[in-house]
């Protein structure tokens, strides 16, 4: 594909609902990275998933919020009993190499609204 | 925490140069400065990056001071399509990990 995809594009639920986003990096990119981004905020690292090293979770903000990452290619972030301070925009980015430069390129985001 | 510091907002005139400044004090001699935008209700998109010598690319010119304290975007002919937040992120060379955001410049460039 050419870019970073993520689905949905926009996701409305209730408190205490779990929800999975969905997010297929550039074909070929070792490196995955999960953020979110409050309104009006700066990105907060949540996630990274390298090849097939474990990944580096010191982002996630609770035990709700886990991540997987199959085949070394899709990923699925998911947030489980959610709460309305989980609203936000989560953001998907993957790069190509380990070192020498970290050009991440970024999917659009899930818009994520808890009522 | 942001290891770098931008002022919150800007004004540019359509097809002047818009100069976005940022300074990083404590940079260290192994972190690379990055540049990236995020147009309203998109992603962020990279912009240029570099380690010490001046860099440009199609979209902008890097600008990084000799003592690499601080450095400068430069958006040569600025079109209403680059009003956006401008992130300066600084990352160290061999590094895999997450970018460290701060709050960026809302760059505005009016007609």
């Known amino acids: 594909g050419a870019g970073v995809s993520q689905s949905p594009s926009n996701k409305v639920t209730e408190k205490g609902k779990d929800v999975e986003l969905r997010c297929d990096p550039i074909?070929?990119?070792?490196?995955l990275y999960w953020y979110r981004q409050s309104l009006g905020q700066g990105l907060e690292f949540l996630i990274y998933?390298?090849?097939?090293?474990?990944?580096?979770k010191s982002g996630l903000p609770s035990d709700r919020f886990s991540a997987e990452r199959t085949g070394g290619s899709v990923s699925t972030l998911t947030i489980q009993r959610t709460q309305q301070e989980d609203s936000a925009v989560y953001l998907c980015?993957?790069?190509?190499?380990?070192?020498?430069?970290?050009?991440?390129?970024f999917g659009p985001g899930t818009r994520l609204l808890v009522l | 925490d942001a290891k770098t510091t931008q002022p919150p907002s800007m004004d540019c005139a359509e097809g002047r140069a818009a100069n976005l400044p940022c300074n990083h004090s404590?940079?260290?001699?192994?972190?690379?400065v990055y540049w990236y935008r995020q147009i309203h209700s998109q992603g962020p998109q990279y912009i240029i990056h570099?380690?010490?010598?001046?860099e440009t690319n199609e979209m902008a010119s890097l600008i990084i001071t000799e003592d690499r304290k601080s450095s400068t975007l430069i958006l040569p002919h600025a079109t209403l399509r680059d009003t956006a937040v401008y992130y300066c992120?600084?990352?160290?060379?061999?590094?895999?990990?997450?970018?460290?955001w701060g709050a960026g410049t809302k760059l505005i460039i009016k007609p």
């Open positions: 980015a993957s790069s190509i190499r380990l070192a020498g430069g970290g050009t991440q390129y």
């Open positions: 570099g380690l010490k010598n001046n």
């Open positions: 404590t940079i260290s001699g192994n972190e690379y």
């Open positions: 998933f390298q090849g097939n090293s474990a990944p580096d």
């Open positions: 074909s070929g990119h070792t490196a």
């Open positions: 992120i600084v990352r160290p060379i061999d590094s895999n990990y997450q970018l460290i």
